[in-house]
């Protein structure tokens, strides 16, 4: 075979492309010109050719490429977008981008197998690392291994030595399994990279800056040493030019030293808002004209740094000085090397890269890679170089070079020429319209040169036609606000551009300044960087430490007493921390005593609840505290932190009374629980989720008190939940006008202003103090390794970290942070081993026997259970993780307190939870395993601040040392994080689409407009005006917007459109409005990515399984970074062996690797592997979540069996255990073996209730645990249900649950509440038709509850519906009942709405007498509306009995004077009957029957006095009716009275009145005896208004008295007329006839027949309390005040008089915070001034002249009128009243807001 390859090498056809090309750069080319490239010959010739030509191609190349296409579809899109995100986050050593890759690569199935079993044998022996890492040791075994020259027992050393391990048992596996790989052949190119690995420690670099390179963007990373000019000038832009630099780019093969003279000054000076764009995306934002003057900047920068070099003659020649700026002559090189663009065509590539590699196989394998290197990273020229390095060596510099500068000319050239049609051409011009790439375009004579004129011309109509659609959208879109509308046309940004991939590890600083005496040192492979301490600054003259003592009586017992004085930050900080109530930054290195300051702030706080009339010096003993609205806010990072705060708080705050709780993910507070605390310390998440719901404000409303520690994480990729929160505090206090303080704790940070003016924090308040305040001044060594080789890499580091360990063996005490809990033990064996070896263990005793005899009896002792701990103590070792038990724990650190120990080998958790310093803190690598990245990342910048943190013991060491082993690459990183030297930039972006949905949710942001004013209060904000360049924002465009609104309004607009595509919102394009919806609530209150949401609602399907549950489970957006990789795949099929649920992909897909560590949790599997470990935590954390999630999305679009899917899958996660298992697993205290026999048993869970405690220990073999069974089998909830119902309609039921217990409750075991869920499904079982959360409280656990709600009901009518109860956290608890519908009866079909006729309106004179007209004179009332008119004739013309259904406003009051009209009419005709009735007895005294008829109407009138009742459900009506027809009927001499309720005075006043008005309960008292009250029975016409009222709860004494007086009309045989009034209802006809009215006398008018036309709008609330859902509607109703009533009279109706006080005062602080705060107010204050002076009420007083008014039953008669009168004139806009008040009040509004 090799002789074939080497033949083939020579073969023609694969040298023909090889042939070198003469330079005819400068040729100019015609451009009809031949090309020699591939041409499309379509229309050129006239007849077929090539049909009998065909062309062989090698077989072993066919072969390859083959597998090469198959080897690339295994790679799925998923991993694609993984490897596309990480180009930038991964910053492993970018010479490992390839070099680190396997050299070997299994080709069968077999093979494969043995190779990730091998991998996983390799990390069990090292540890975990990453994938390359295990990757390269493998190749270097397998060399070993499959090296026939080496003898066995040569190989088993070199094992050895290479694992660092003599463990037997791993190489007998690792030799089993090596030998399954057969197709092991070493690599051809081996031995030369290894060579060239040798010769690479010079070169080998992080970003590469080639000779005589001039860019002013490249990243080259750079440590300057400061200057004493700095102190004058940081920005001065010549004394950085003097500035002399250490250059990463250069290195030094021998040791070598750096010296400087110049001082360092400790303090901060300027430069915080100094920053330079690096590492970004940006557009080309300069023109042409600035870049000539940057050009000249150049060569003054040139001149300095020749007059640098004259200056500094000490710096070493190896260093690079200055920037590098460039000469002419570097210049001329560039010209030189640029690429004509008609020169490189489609294999121009391929023959450059065949000069150095002459394999032509790899040289066309290469040329693949280099190009899509060159495409994919045209925007990040940084990440090209370095991949570059990684893929063709150092050696290839100048190659490198040539492609980088030409990169774009490359590309775009070679996909020109690559295109096989003009389509393809067509579309890659497409992308060439801007910048470099058009200019490219002219020079080859693309759309605009002579070879393009016809594509130009073809595709003019489509451009034409794109054109016009673009301009039609664009007419589409109009922004919101008056600043937008008419100035800026929103476009949408690629938000996912904009964000810093690189996350919390982005910096925007190019160097790196270093205080004087630093030193580097140069080794082969690596370097080291040493930064002295700083000394801390001499005490000013007026500079004082505060006592204790001068803190009042009172708050002195906060501070042990220990604790003398404050320290110099504390007391620096304590007049504006204890003293003021602004707000507060502070910016101190770690250690300077920041907790306390929070302490000082809380005191601050705690005092203004303090009792005033007690001095304060007054013994604490005699102080008083009104503790209940005390609310305090501490935001910590960490969890670990969270627990450590609540424990530091509790003891200090103890003696105040002070209750002080956590609330982080672990654990949750009732409401209750939340309303008893006054210190909640909780995380940036927790916190962010509880401010989101608009009406769970508990705890929030009263906070007055907000403190942030570490709120550097603005920097984090947690940054953007600390932005939210703050912006949401910032906006509340301004709307509230209710003073929160905000306290920021920060560790030093140069950009500390831009942190101040987010904060809103005022420069006299803003205390920033650098590196020289730490208690314990810092030595800093930085050791970058430059070994490109994994392995090496590995074996380098350890070798490091033993060297810096026995240097201080015996002098100081040392903590190594790993990262990993088998590292930690790997990593002290390691030492151990190596000190055994060179002899040089007794360094770590200092001859101390007690120490040997105390470890040494410890580590024998069996309460000691970690074995690796008990081998490493008695060498002085330790280990310290998370894994050991408490008293392990506790033996290490209690040892290591002791100075027994001198090296302990630790996890971050020991930096975290536990305050146990070292004078000495190695960090043995800074890249750990994340999870949420799914691969191995920097830490971050807390985690290596909380680390170094530990380093120096205050009152034991004069100083700290603190050493980063780290790659080289990041040296600048982390000593610019740990000398002040990282600017905090915003992370918002990144989420800025979720948080905008969760402010949408929230009630706080309803338009763009709202949306772009949130926006300015965010971080985001401050730096983008700070650094526009460094967020995309072109100079033009800031200097044109100077606010940034346009750019503000762009992203809201990009969010709103993801959003919108995501269906979490509804956003009009057109108003800018945006709506929230179920799914957008979900995503908030669940804080789930949008895009997760998208995944669920594309997924979900009403007929999943469970298999599909799971699936759509791992499918969520975020385990979409999560990946298999090849040393895990062996664990992964075992489990996926054991699981239960089948998955359906297979074992490399990140799918499959997500359901299985669910279910794996779910099972209680063990597993091995620290990342697998970490990975299956990342997974479970957001599971629960995940699956309440899709069970609220399921619930809302009412799936039945999805839903108890997803309920019983989120049980099963938080319980832990299957359906399928006995529910009494959730009991602790049961035995598993009586678990398992109940389980082995056919038993049903059910009827173990049947069972007593003797049957159920015979049951399961157990006498002595029946009792205890029988316990918790009656603790297990169950209920009995019991239902009624009762048809509304014939499409609506109502439905009374009666609800009891049937369990025992025991709050250890349920606590003070149970929540159950309530269902109703239909007879399938497939739809729910109400839902329902029902809470039991322990007191309430014995006593039945009933539920009353309504379900819909369908025709034919089904047989029956069920009625599900199910617990929410008890599996298996669930209580069903069927509610069958065999003997309901349902109400018959309403007869239809009455017709409104077209009618011509009625005139008022057809009243026909003028005494009547003029009554209605005043009201300017001259013809009647269309349904008066329809009526006119029954009620004014008749005397039958009449019903009217109308809605409001139709004027059905006007109908019953017309009824009280025509009474008058007939009483004032009385006696002109009279003289006609003996004309009328003669001439019907031939028909007896009709004579007897007229005689009993003539009686009948001749015995009436013509009363009318009028009767009205409500008091306040009644008198409000009283007035109103007092003023109306008096003219005519009637009599109108209203009863009072005394029988005597009503009885008098009923005899005396023509007109009485009567409330039904005052009517009962009358009528009760009505046989003896002759006037109750002279009741002429009996008028019922407000009928509709029969079907309210006070509805059945109405219905009693109305029913009454028909009795006894009929039995008086008395010509009594009854007319009624109801609003609209479906059954009027039934009441019409219970009042005796005909269905010819009945109107039933739709309730669109008003004749003012109604728009209605609904707003629904979620929250359950009355209390929270009123405050949530506050904001709501404010601005339906704002959008529908610019101008217009509000009446707003509120339930209570405390709700009106409030929405009152809500809208009195919101205008006074306005531009216009009398915006309600329609006159001058003056003149309402005397208007209002009755009122004694100031605070309506206030009220009323800001325009708004209130009106309610406590309220004196004068005050009302004065209210009601402003606000019918339109003195006032907007009247608050209460809900009685609707009754009473006749004014009209143009809204109606109905809160409640």
């Not at 927790?686 to 508990?698: A, E, L, N, P, Q």
Request: proline residues 4%.
């Amino acid at each position: 075979m090799e002789r074939i390859a080497r033949f083939k090498q020579y073969e023609y056809r694969q040298n023909s492309n090889l042939v070198l090309m003469a330079d005819r750069s400068s040729i100019r080319r015609d451009p009809n010109e031949a090309k020699g490239e591939v041409e499309s010959l379509v229309g050129r010739l006239g007849g077929k050719m090539g049909d009998r030509v065909s062309r062989d191609r090698p077989k072993d190349l066919d072969e390859k490429l083959e597998k090469m296409r198959l080897r690339a579809k295994q790679n799925k899109d998923r991993e694609k977008d993984i490897i596309k995100k990480h180009q930038q986050e991964d910053r492993d050593n970018v010479l490992s981008a390839k070099i680190d890759e396997s050299v070997y690569k299994p080709k069968t199935r077999e093979t494969k197998v043995a190779y990730e079993r091998l991998l996983t044998s390799i990390q069990s022996a090292i540890g975990d690392q990453s994938s390359s890492m295990l990757f390269s040791f493998a190749d270097e075994i397998l060399a070993i291994l499959k090296n026939d020259v080496l003898t066995d027992s040569v190989k088993r050393q070199e094992v050895f030595n290479l694992l660092g391990s003599r463990n037997d048992d791993i190489y007998t596996d690792i030799l089993r399994t090596s030998s399954r790989i057969t197709d092991y052949v070493e690599h051809l190119t081996h031995d030369d990279d290894s060579a060239r690995d040798e010769n690479a420690d010079d070169s080998a670099d992080v970003a590469v800056n080639f000779p005589g390179e001039d860019d002013e963007d490249d990243e080259t990373y750079q440590f300057v040493v400061r200057d004493e000019s700095d102190e004058d000038d940081d920005n001065s832009d010549s004394e950085t030019k003097r500035s002399s630099s250490f250059s990463s780019s250069s290195r030094a093969s021998s040791r070598r030293r750096v010296d400087d003279d110049e001082d360092y000054d400790p303090l901060l000076t300027g430069g915080a808002n100094k920053r330079q764009a690096a590492g970004r995306k940006q557009k080309d934002i300069k023109t042409r004209k600035e870049e000539e003057e940057e050009e000249e900047d150049d060569d003054d920068d040139e001149e300095g740094d020749t007059d640098m070099k004259k200056k500094k003659q000490s710096v070493i020649k190896s260093m690079d000085l200055g920037d590098g700026a460039g000469s002419d002559a570097d210049s001329d090189s560039d010209e030189a090397t640029r690429l004509d663009p008609r020169s490189v065509d489609s294999f121009w590539l391929q023959r450059q890269i065949s000069k150095f590699e002459k394999d032509p196989l790899t040289a066309q394998n290469l040329t693949k890679e280099v190009f899509q290197i060159l495409e994919s990273t045209l925007d990040d020229s940084h990440f090209c170089e370095n991949s570059l390095v990684g893929l063709l060596g150092t050696d290839q510099f100048n190659f490198i070079k040539l492609l980088l500068q030409n990169q774009t000319t490359i590309v775009f050239c070679t996909r020109l020429a690559k295109a096989q049609n003009e389509q393809e051409r067509r579309k890659v011009e497409a992308e060439m319209t801007s910048g470099e790439a058009r200019r490219i375009l002219d020079a080859i004579g693309g759309a605009s040169g002579p070879d393009g004129k016809h594509r130009q011309k073809a595709s003019k109509a489509e451009q034409l036609k794109a054109k016009a659609e673009a301009m039609e959208k664009a007419d589409e879109i109009s922004s919101v606000g008056r600043s937008l509308s008419s100035r800026h046309k929103r476009k949408v940004l690629d938000l996912e551009s904009l964000t810093f991939g690189q996350g919390a590890h982005f910096m925007s600083n190019n160097e790196c300044r270093l205080p004087k005496e630093s030193k580097r040192y140069f080794h082969k492979n690596y370097e080291e960087l040493h930064i002295p301490m700083v000394k801390q600054p001499d005490f000013s003259k007026d500079e004082k430490l505060v006592s204790i003592t001068a803190l009042p009586s009172w708050a002195r017992p906060a501070f042990s007493a220990n604790v003398k004085h404050l320290n110099r930050v504390q007391s620096r900080i304590f007049p504006a921390a204890f003293l003021g109530t602004e707000n507060v930054l502070l910016c101190a290195p770690t250690g300077a005593g920041k907790t306390n300051v929070a302490k000082l702030c809380m005191l601050h706080e705690i005092g203004l609840h303090r009792d005033t009339s007690v001095p304060q010096d007054a013994p604490f003993e005699q102080q008083r505290f009104d503790l209940e609205e005390l609310k305090i806010v501490y935001i910590s990072p960490m969890k670990s932190l969270v627990r450590e705060q609540v424990g530091t708080f509790t003891e200090a705050l103890e003696p105040f009374g002070i209750k002080v709780r956590e609330l982080s993910g672990d654990i949750n507070l009732t409401k209750q629980q939340i309303s008893e605390t006054h210190v909640i310390i909780t995380t940036p998440e927790k916190w962010d989720i509880v401010t989101r719901k608009s009406g769970d404000r508990t705890f929030t409303q009263f906070v007055r008190l907000v403190i942030f520690d570490e709120i550097h994480l603005l920097h984090d990729d947690r940054g953007p939940v600390i932005e939210n929160i703050v912006a949401r505090t910032i906006r509340q206090i301004e709307e509230t006008q209710e003073m929160v303080r905000i306290v920021g704790l920060s560790a030093t940070l140069p950009n500390y202003e831009d942190v101040a003016t987010f904060l809103r924090v005022r420069p006299d308040n803003l205390f920033a103090f650098d590196n020289s305040y730490r208690p314990v001044p810092l030595e800093q060594q930085y050791i970058g390794i430059t070994e490109r080789s994994a392995m090496k890499r590995f074996k380098l580091m350890n070798d490091i970290l033993y060297e810096k360990v026995l240097e201080r063996a015996g002098r100081f005490q040392m903590i190594v942070f790993v990262h990993s809990r088998k590292e930690t033990a790997l990593t002290a064996k390691m030492l151990v081993e190596r000190a055994q070896d060179a002899g040089e263990l007794p360094k770590f005793f200092q001859n101390d026997s007690v120490t040997r005899t105390i470890l040494a009896e410890i580590a024998q002792s069996p309460e000691l259970k970690n074995n690796d701990l008990k081998t490493l103590l008695p060498y002085g070792f330790a280990i310290h993780h998370a894994g050991m038990t408490r008293y392990d724990k506790n033996v290490v650190e209690d040892l290591f307190r002791d100075q027994r120990i001198q090296v302990l080998v630790s996890t971050a958790t020991l930096a975290w939870g536990v305050n146990l310093p070292a004078h000495t803190v190695i960090i043995k690598g800074t890249q750990m395993y994340n999870p949420e990245k799914g691969a191995w990342v920097e830490l971050s910048p807390m985690d290596i601040m909380q680390m170094l943190g530990r380093a120096g013991r205050i009152d034991y060491d004069v100083s700290g040392e603190g050493i980063v082993l780290t790659h080289q690459q990041e040296i600048q990183y982390y000593a610019s994080l740990m000398n002040n030297q990282l600017p905090i930039e915003s992370q918002l972006i990144s989420r800025l689409s979720d948080s905008l949905n969760a402010e949408i949710v929230m009630g706080s942001i309803h338009n763009m407009e709202e949306a772009v004013q949130w926006l300015g209060y965010t971080y985001l904000y401050i730096c983008m005006l700070r650094s526009p360049t460094l967020y995309a924002i072109s100079i033009d465009e800031y200097d044109e917007d100077k606010l940034l609104e346009r750019r503000r309004t762009d992203l809201i607009h990009s969010a709103a459109v993801v959003l919108d595509k995501a269906n979490l919102i509804k956003y009009d394009r057109r108003t800018g409005d945006f709506q929230v919806t179920n799914l957008g609530r979900v995503a908030s209150h669940y804080y789930l990515s949008h895009s997760s949401i998208t995944i669920y609602n594309e997924h979900l399907k009403p007929t999943m399984s469970d298999i599909d549950l799971f699936r759509l489970f791992s499918l969520s957006s975020e385990f979409k970074y999560l990946t298999v990789r090849q040393e895990e795949k062996l664990e992964l099929e075992k489990l996926l062996d054991r699981v239960p649920i089948p998955v359906k992909e297979g074992v490399e897909e990140s799918a499959a690797k997500v359901n299985v560590l669910l279910q794996a949790y779910v099972s209680r599997l063990k597993l091995d592997g620290f990342a697998l470990i970490a990975d299956m935590v990342y997974v479970t954390q957001s599971a629960g979540r995940i699956m309440r999630a899709l069970f609220e999305i399921v619930l809302k679009r009412g799936w039945a069996p999805l839903a108890h899917k997803t309920l019983t899958l989120a049980k099963m996660i938080s319980q832990r255990q299957w359906s399928s298992q006995t529910p009494l697993r959730q009991f602790p205290d049961v035995l598993p073996i009586i678990l398992k026999r109940l389980e082995s048993g056919d038993l049903p869970f059910d009827r173990l209730y049947d069972l007593n405690s003797q049957e159920l220990g015979q049951l399961i073999n157990h006498k002595p645990m029946g009792k205890t069974l029988f316990t918790k089998i009656h603790q297990f909830p169950r209920f009995e249900l019991s239902t009624s119902i009762h048809p509304i309609t014939r499409s609506l039921l109502r439905v009374t649950l009666a609800i009891m217990p049937d369990f025992e409750w025991n709050e250890s075991v349920h606590g003070t509440a149970e929540g159950f869920w309530v269902f109703v499904e239909d007879v399938n079982g497939e739809t729910i038709l109400h839902h329902e959360y029902f809470i039991l409280k322990s007191k309430y656990a014995q006593e039945e509850h009933t539920l009353n709600f309504t379900v819909p009901i369908y025709e034919p009518l089904p047989p029956q519906y069920y009625v599900r109860i199910v617990s929410d956290r008890w599996l298996g608890s669930e209580t069903i009942l069927p509610i069958s519908f065999r003997s309901l009866i349902l109400p018959e079909k309403y007869a239809p709405h009455t017709e409104l006729l077209d009618l011509q309106r009625t005139p008022l004179s057809a009243l026909r007498n003028a005494k009547f007209e003029a009554l209605y004179a005043k009201k300017n009332l001259s013809v009647l509306n269309p349904i008066q008119t329809q009526v006119f004739h029954t009620f004014y013309e008749s005397n039958d009995n009449a019903m009217l259904s109308a809605p409001n406003g139709s004027g059905r009051l006007f109908c019953a004077e017309l009824a009280i009209l025509h009474l008058f009419n007939v009483h004032k005709n009385h006696s002109d009957v009279s003289s006609q009735q003996k004309q009328q007895q003669q001439q019907l005294r031939h028909n007896q029957q009709q004579q007897q008829q007229q005689q009993q109407q003539i009686e009948a009138i001749n015995n009436t006095n013509g009363k009318t009742v009028y009767l009205v459900p409500v008091k306040t009506m009644a008198q409000s009716r009283l007035l109103e027809w007092k003023d109306r009927f008096e003219p005519l001499g009637k009599v109108v009275s209203l009863l009072t309720g005394e029988t005597t005075v009503d009885l008098k006043l009923l005899e005396r009145s023509d007109i009485v008005i009567a409330t039904p309960a005052d009517w009962d008292m009358l009528s009760r005896r009505w046989k003896i009250r002759k006037n109750v029975q002279a009741v002429s016409l009996f008028i019922m208004d407000e009928l509709h009222m029969i079907g309210s709860e006070a509805g059945a004494l109405y219905e009693f008295v109305v029913s009454r007086q028909r009795y006894i009309a009929r039995n008086t045989e008395s010509a009594t007329r009854f007319v009624g009034f109801s609003t609209a209802i479906s059954n009027a006809r039934d009441v019409g006839l219970w009042i005796g009215a005909t269905t010819k006398n009945t109107f039933n008018f739709h309730p669109n027949s008003r004749p003012v036309p109604l728009e209605i709008h609904l707003k629904g609330f979620d929250e359950a309390h009355f209390e929270y859902r009123m405050l949530a509607m506050s904001k709501p109703a404010r601005l339906a005040i704002q959008h529908h009533a610019v101008d217009k009279p509000v009446i707003v109706f509120a339930p209570s008089r405390q709700q009106i006080l409030r929405f009152a005062t809500d809208l009195q602080i919101f205008c006074e915070g306005s531009e216009n705060p009398q915006r309600f107010l329609h006159c001058d204050p003056e003149e309402l001034m005397p208007f209002i002076s009755p009122i004694q009420n100031k605070a309506l007083q206030k009220l009323l002249l800001f325009g708004i008014g209130i009106y309610h039953e406590y309220m004196t008669l004068t005050e009302k009128a004065i209210v009601e009168e402003a606000f019918a004139v339109g003195a006032i806009q907007v009247l608050i009243a209460s809900r009685e008040s609707c009754w009473s009040l006749s004014t009209p509004a143009h809204v109606v807001i109905i809160m409640g």
